[in-house]
């Protein structure tokens, strides 16, 4: 039996017989009467158990430690005194595995910091053990929407030739001591993927609307609460469709992803409310219901110029790249929610994007929202093969690793769009969790690498 079950069907159970497996949160003894907090894994919350010194096994019962692995046979009490929704009156506890008196959780509460370094035991955390669910239900989530939607789920590779983002931020994939790649295992030089846009975008070309969803990696030396060098992200891309139908499906997107979570996840998120950040599920249903704003970069720029001075890196100028605390400022003071940023200038960003009429800008659109800074990057991509060729020669790319991308814009190209939403960054966005290793089951960032 588990302990979702038999809270969802309780009346059905009361007074049965039921037997339970597993682990102890809490054993507290008294002299008449002792209580185990059991959680199976079924659900966020514990369940009661009640024995007495006169169960068979008490002796061993009340030695049961924090941790520990145990079966409960007993008694379903629905409402035992009226206020208590429910507990078990145990007839029989066996041990399955005791945990050593040195199990790392006790009761007190530990901080993330000394959490992250026992990553096998800090998912019966209560923080990890929300969150990690909340991972599974946020993947179903997105899976349901663009399912739902006809799009077409694309397995990219993680081995890849080439670089999708131009910004030499590749780990390389080796089973040679040196750099002679040509003898190397794939006779190439191999890295991991930083993003699977580049793979996914013929499938657009086929299936019209597709998507990837799946671990990237960044050898992206920034120590920052929002980085890992290992992250899953979630790439749709969309055949005849420009920035704006791009930023229509962001937004419903992420509105659809909130309004689901809220429904499958409720235990778990009132958790969140309470211990992790006080207006969280106030703040992202008000997300759900309202519009999101859309700001050009050059606006954005003059909202930060008047805000001069309030900034760390106050060297405010068009062409510069914004800095989280500039992002920050953006959404947080100015708007006060999520806000596209479009239109940025054509340096500072990846060579694939569209470049706009005025020959500064590209049609990329990022989406910025409270807390996080930047959860999704996204743009219109370039079409034009002249210009995407010109464009790579400029800024020196190897064309040689890219020709097939190339050439997809000389076999039935059109305007097509997609995005990148982090979907780390978006359980961190959720749940108000301000530390991405937090939200990962295990992290990977520069000099961290656990097990
Ligand atoms: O803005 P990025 O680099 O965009 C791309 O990779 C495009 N190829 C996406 C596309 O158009 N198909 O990354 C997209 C998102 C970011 O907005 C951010 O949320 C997340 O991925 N991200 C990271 N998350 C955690 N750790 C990192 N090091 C991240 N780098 C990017
Ligand atoms: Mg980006």
Not at 222 to 227: E, K, L
Not at 313 to 336: A, F, P, T
Not at 386 to 403: A, H, N, P, W
Request: with cysteine.
């Amino acid at each position: 039996m588990l302990v979702k079950k038999l809270k969802e069907q309780v009346e059905q159970y009361d007074g049965q017989i039921v037997t339970l497996q597993g682990w102890v949160r809490t054993n507290r003894n008294s002299k008449n009467v002792s209580f185990i907090e059991l959680n199976d894994g079924s659900c966020f919350s514990n369940l009661q158990i009640v024995y007495t010194p006169e169960m068979e096994g008490y002796a061993e019962a009340s030695k049961i430690t924090t941790g520990s692995a145990i079966e409960v046979e007993g008694l379903v009490k629905a409402t035992p005194n009226g206020k208590q929704p429910l507990e078990i009156e145990a007839k029989r506890v066996s041990v399955l595995g005791m945990a050593d008196h040195d199990y790392p959780l006790q009761k007190k509460r530990h901080s993330f910091e000394f959490l992250r370094e026992i990553p096998h035991v800090r998912p019966r955390a209560n923080t990890y053990y929300a969150i990690f669910r909340v991972r599974s239900v946020l993947s179903m989530a997105i899976h349901t929407f663009f399912q739902d939607r006809g799009y077409v789920y694309v397995h990219t590779p993680e081995i890849t030739g080439n670089d999708a983002e131009g910004a030499g931020e590749c780990f390389t994939v080796t089973t040679i001591k040196n750099q002679d790649y040509e003898k190397d295992f794939f006779a190439k030089h191999a890295q991991l993927t930083v993003s699977g846009q580049l793979h996914v975008e013929p499938f657009a070309l086929t299936y019209r609307n597709v998507y990837t969803f799946g671990p990237t990696f960044r050898a992206e030396n920034s120590n920052t609460t929002r980085h890992a060098s290992e992250f899953w992200m979630i790439e749709p891309e969309l055949a005849f469709a420009d920035l704006s139908d791009n930023m229509d499906v962001i937004e419903e997107m992420i509105k659809y992803c909130i309004n689901y979570v809220l429904e499958h996840a409720p235990e778990e998120m009132d958790f969140f409310q309470r211990v992790i950040d006080k207006n969280c599920i106030d703040r992202i249903t008000r997300v759900a219901n309202s519009d999101f704003k859309r700001m050009t970069y050059t606006e954005a720029i003059a909202e930060l110029e008047k805000a001069k001075g309030s900034f760390e890196n106050n060297e405010i100028y068009w062409g510069m790249d914004l800095q989280s605390e500039h992002e920050r400022y953006i959404c947080e003071k100015v708007v006060q929610g999520p806000v596209f940023l479009t239109d940025y200038p054509k340096d500072i960003k990846a060579f694939y994007m569209r470049e706009n009429a005025d020959g500064k800008t590209v049609a990329a659109c990022d989406l910025l929202v409270p807390y996080v800074g930047e959860l999704v990057g996204g743009s219109q991509r370039e079409e034009r093969y002249d210009v995407l060729k010109d464009k790579m020669e400029k800024m020196g790319m190897d064309e040689s690793t890219l020709q097939w991308y190339m050439d997809l814009r000389r076999f039935g190209g059109c305007v097509h769009s997609g995005f990148g939403l982090g979907f780390d960054r978006m359980l961190m966005y959720l749940s108000g969790i301000q530390n991405i290793r937090d939200v990962q089951p295990y992290p990977r960032t520069p000099r961290n690498l656990i097990f």
